[in-house]
Nanobody, 121 residues
Framework: QVQLVESGGGLVQPGGSLRLSCAATGSIFSINVMGWYRQAPGKERDLVATITSRGAINYADAVKGRFTISRDYAVNTVYLQMNSLKPEDTAVYYC???????????????WGHGTQVTVSS
């Protein structure tokens, strides 16, 4: 069974930094896209950043220049380095991945349980 295990959230002051990690574990043959989404109270879940199996990266406009997504393909882990954090970055951050558990087989969409990021003085 595949799981996405997130870590690294917490409370930080405006202008500070945090690094999120998400490790995919279980029966994994291959992973296509990995990424991060966030959901603030009362709002929809929005894209933050994604990275494909070939290293193509996409960022939401709100985080460009401040957040950096990276991926360690050897250990099926994706990271999100968040710098210059603002109060409006406060949200639950969710890891997402398209994972194929067997070959041949289809890619399935998986979500982590989420990690809280709070930016406040």
């Amino acid at each position: 069974q595949v799981q996405l295990v997130e870590s690294g959230g917490g409370l930080v002051q405006p202008g500070g930094s945090l690094r999120l990690s998400c490790a995919a574990t279980g029966s994994i043959f291959s992973i296509n896209v990995m990424g991060w989404y966030r959901q603030a109270p009362g709002k929809e879940r929005d894209l933050v950043a994604t990275i494909t199996s070939r290293g193509a990266i996409n960022y939401a406009d709100a985080v460009k220049g401040r957040f950096t997504i990276s991926r360690d393909y050897a250990v099926n882990t994706v990271y999100l380095q968040m710098n210059s954090l603002k109060p409006e970055d406060t949200a639950v951050y969710y890891c997402n991945a398209d994972i194929r558990s067997r070959n041949p087989g289809a890619y399935d969409d998986y979500w982590g349980h989420g990690t809280q990021v709070t930016v406040s003085s």
